[in-house]
């Protein structure tokens, strides 16, 4: 929850319909930068 309030702390829509698009575009971002601090792993040999 600390990393969602880091993209602000409240939400800027005020319909319902704009707010949960504007929550899933931050999940988008976190997910985004989720996938970027994965390590990725190759076998050698």
Do not use: S
């Amino acid at each position: 929850m600390h990393c969602m309030k880091l993209l602000g702390q409240r939400l800027m829509a005020r319909e319902p319909d704009r707010q949960v698009a504007e929550l899933q575009i931050r999940v988008a971002v976190m997910n985004g930068f989720t996938v970027l601090g994965i390590p990725v792993t190759e076998a050698v040999g």
